[in-house]
């Protein structure tokens, strides 16, 4: 496919062409950028009533666990309840405890244990509200344009990762953190306004199970733990979706470097901090890159060898980066490193939403949200306890190129990723209203329409 200039950089088809998507877009990113100006608020309290790396780590924990508990559960709820009206309540239950974190500046500092408290209810609502988010984006934009609304939700997520820490230490150390958690609440009213002006989202019914001996089918919908093992038999049984989430954890799980920085900066770059500041910053600038160039990536219909080649760039470029002794040149490997990583979230997303029926774009949106929470810290893990047994150029280099192996290997026995998409369910988008001759406002989106939505 032959690709202009313009056709590479970062297609903005659905912020034009959709209304909808367009609210929806901007309701997260301001919600995001407030959520990380929470961060820095939320770090910078606990540390300084504690003066304890315990329970600043206890914060990470608050995030996780009610994740990686609830997740399951959360993903079946949604796949049986109108997923607009959960997020709603979610999303509520989120701007609530940042009400009451801001509410502080009139009740008093809460000690660190009420702090991480109002973090885990946080946790609790995003377990919910995750999963949820994760089936709009398919009623709001048409299949061809859904690698280009996951790369345009990638940029603002990028840019509320890159600005809000840095905004959120300047508000810090000019009016306390109060001011953070108040913004964070207000950030919450965007994702609200988008939500609410948004039609119901009922899951579409499960198709009827075809006929047959030995034919797999889809189970019928059952409750709590029932739906839940429904949800993981469609994984195990669905080679592609299942190839998209292994994939995810290869990258990971194998091979995510983070924790090493600090021991690759000093041994092979001499300890500078400066040095190692740059590092993630390198990974940051390399994936905003990629998305501002994500038109090369995002036009083509079969995003599984994007997805493929992506995560088996970051295998490499890590275990180039392992190897090199010149910063800049371990630098420009990281932004490398940082580029392949958002084409393959973005191609990876895209790939499991096309076949994913959307009765079941909850419970597989919470498996993806469990693979992303945890997959990260268990690398992490890895990445550390094969240091501390080697050093931290073994344990860059081996888990590169594990990430390499399990990624050919997952290509290799999926042939279905080699095959162009064919939708597991369509659902009809919600229209965009267009102008009509006569005079009058704009009509509104049909209430009525319950088809085809994640920021």
């Known amino acids: 496919m032959a690709l202009t200039p313009g056709g590479l950089l970062l297609d903005l088809a659905p912020l034009r062409g959709s209304a909808a998507f367009r609210r929806w877009w901007l ?6 950028f407030g959520s990380q100006l929470a961060v820095v608020a939320v770090a910078f309290q606990v540390w300084e009533s504690t003066r304890s790396t315990v329970w600043t780590g206890a914060v990470g924990l608050a995030q996780a666990v009610p994740l990686l508990v609830l997740g399951l559960f959360a993903g079946a709820l949604v796949d049986r309840a109108d997923r607009r009206t959960l997020y ?12 009451l974190l801001a509410a502080q500046a009139v009740l008093g500092r809460f000690p660190a244990a009420g702090v991480i408290a109002l973090v885990a209810g946080q946790a609790v609502c995003s377990a919910v509200a995750g999963p949820a988010a994760r089936t709009f984006l398919p009623r709001l934009l048409p299949p061809g344009q ?25 508000l810090v150390g000019w009016a306390g953190t109060d001011s953070c958690y108040l913004a964070d609440a207000l950030s919450f009213a965007a994702a609200l306004y988008a939500a609410f002006r948004l039609p119901a989202m009922r899951p579409a019914p499960a198709a009827k199970p075809p006929a047959g001996p030995g ?7 059952r409750s709590g733990w029932g739906e839940v093992r429904t949800g993981l038999a ?6 592609v979706v299942r190839a998209a989430l292994l994939t995810d954890l290869a990258t990971t799980v194998l091979s995510m470097p983070i924790s090493l920085f600090p021991l690759v900066n000093a041994e092979r770059f001499g ?30 219909p079969n995003q599984s060898p994007v997805m493929l080649g ?8 890590l275990t180039l980066f392992g190897l090199v002794s010149d910063p800049w040149a371990g630098l420009a490997l990281l932004a490398l490193a940082g580029a392949a990583d958002t084409v393959s979230v973005v191609a990876r997303g895209t790939v499991v939403q096309l076949h994913t029926p959307d009765e079941l774009l909850g419970r597989v949106g919470a498996a993806e949200q469990i693979a992303g929470q945890a997959g990260p810290d268990l690398g992490n893990l890895r990445g550390g306890l094969v240091a501390s047994a080697t050093s931290g150029t073994v344990a860059l ?15 290799a026995a999926t042939p279905g990723l080699r095959r162009p998409p064919v939708p597991a369910s369509a659902p009809t988008p919600i229209p965009t209203p267009t102008p009509t001759p006569t005079a009058g406002p704009a009509p509104n989106l049909p209430p009525g329409r319950e088809r085809r939505c994640t920021p």
């Open 27 to 32: 309701g997260g990113a301001l919600s995001g």
């Open 88 to 99: 709603l309540l979610a999303v509520a239950g989120q701007a609530g405890c940042a009400l």
């Open 397 to 411: 280099i081996s888990g590169g190129l594990l990430c390499v192996a399990a990624v050919a290997l997952i290509g």
């Open 271 to 300: 300890g500078d901090p400066r040095t190692l500041g740059l590092f993630l910053t390198a990974i940051a600038a390399g994936g905003v890159t990629a998305s501002v160039l994500s038109g090369a990536f995002t036009r083509r």
């Open 215 to 221: 034919t797999p089918g889809r189970p019928a919908a």
């Open 146 to 170: 859904l690698a280009a609304g996951l790369a345009l939700n990638r940029v603002a997520f990028q840019g509320a990762m890159l600005l809000g820490p840095a905004l959120g230490g300047l």
């Open 310 to 317: 992506a995560a088996a760039s970051w295998g490499v470029a």
């Open 234 to 239: 469609f994984l195990a049984r669905t080679p």
